[in-house]
């Protein structure tokens, strides 16, 4: 039968922090501490019977562990949540993924991090596109058509590049079709500039979308750069969403250099009001836009659900928006993106009335930079900028509470909560 070790001190989890126009917010994760303990290798070895020494007087049960497991990052790991007495069939069950082990320490005590599997799509974990293993086999002028490249570090060209595509050589983007090691290409293109290379240079695959829905990108950025398994996408469900809410948000950008997948998904979360997050008990990233709830929302009160004592409020004025400034149709996909004379185009909203002494008596401005919007992405430029100030005119709000036990499966992560409480009241007293 199933084999318990009570070695569990503590659990301390954190759920994701949905932070919509603002990114992926923060990941999930669970920290777990375990006392370490001597161990006589049963149930872990499957050849203890046949070791010439007492495993008891070898080592404890984690540092062999660690010894035995040197490969732990990224595995799965489980933490069911359930009551003494309960059927275990009936816990509930979070899924994680393993960052780090650390001890034992002074006090025989092991510490294991884990975090959600979006973690995957982390900047120094994911790249797009990935850097490329190639570099140019001779001089190259910057008259010349064609030219031959060789690869590093024992990789192949064809491994490297495909057969068509763009590159970038220095600041200069050039399109290309591949036969063998040899480029055949078309110089100076998104208005970069030609110029002349040494041998030696690198050359750098560049990432293209054109005109494609942003479902779709965010899913090839998470599954084929950010390693993120296809199963736990419910692709199905994104494109229904996306299909209503998203209409029209179809994106081309050129990528020259290696990005960051998460800053990458972060730029489209903000421009195009949506948010993903990890599912910690249905082992799904579910998709949602930032807009008015479908279902009736999940209601809890003071009387029944909070524990007394536990609510807190807060405003953020530094997040209140009163003009939303969008820059957009790139000019040069290798200058710097926060460049504003680098966008041939800019879009404005503003709301007169909360910047009037009556109000609020200030402008408070975000810029955005995209290189997602192009000249065809007047009409979505309007509707982001809208809905971001709709969203973000007044101080935002935030509140902290813990519920009953009794309603511990009431809520999570990504539902819309319907919240009354004598802190949120309007100008009579009344809860609203």
Partial sequence: GTVYIPSLLSV????????????????ASVKIVLQDHPSD??????????????????????????????YYQNRPIRVLHGYEGQPLSEYRVRHYFIERIQGPDATDRVTITAKD?????????????????????DDVEEDATSFVVKPLFGTTVGAELPASGYVRVGKEVMKFTRSGSTLNVQRAQFNTEAESHDAGDSVQLCLQYEGERVQDIVYDLLVNYGNVPAGFIDKAQWDAEANVWLAGYNLSTLITEPTGVNKLLGELSEQCLFFIWWDEERQTIPWSVLRPPEDEPVSVNDFENLVAGSIGRKDEPKDRVSQVIIYYSQINPVEKLDE???FARIRVRRDVEAEAEEQYGETRIRKIFSRWFDADNDAI?????????????????????SLDAKDRGMLGVGHTVDFVSRFVVDDTGAPR
């Fill in 12 to 27: 301390q989890s954190r759920p994701m922090r949905i932070e919509p126009s603002k990114g992926l917010g923060t990941r």
């Fill in 41 to 70: 290798d049963h149930q872990v070895d499957p050849y203890v019977g046949e070791r010439p020494y007492d495993p008891m007087k070898r080592g404890t049960f984690w540092t062999k562990w660690l010894a035995r497991n040197p």
């Fill in 117 to 137: 599997v979006l973690k995957l799509a982390d900047d120094e974990r994911a790249q797009a596109p990935r850097p490329t293993q190639v570099v140019l086999q």
């Fill in 340 to 342: 504003e004379s680098n």
């Fill in 381 to 401: 430029t309007l509707s982001t900028g809208t809905r971001l100030l709709n969203a973000y005119r007044d101080n935002p709000k935030f509140i902290t509470f």
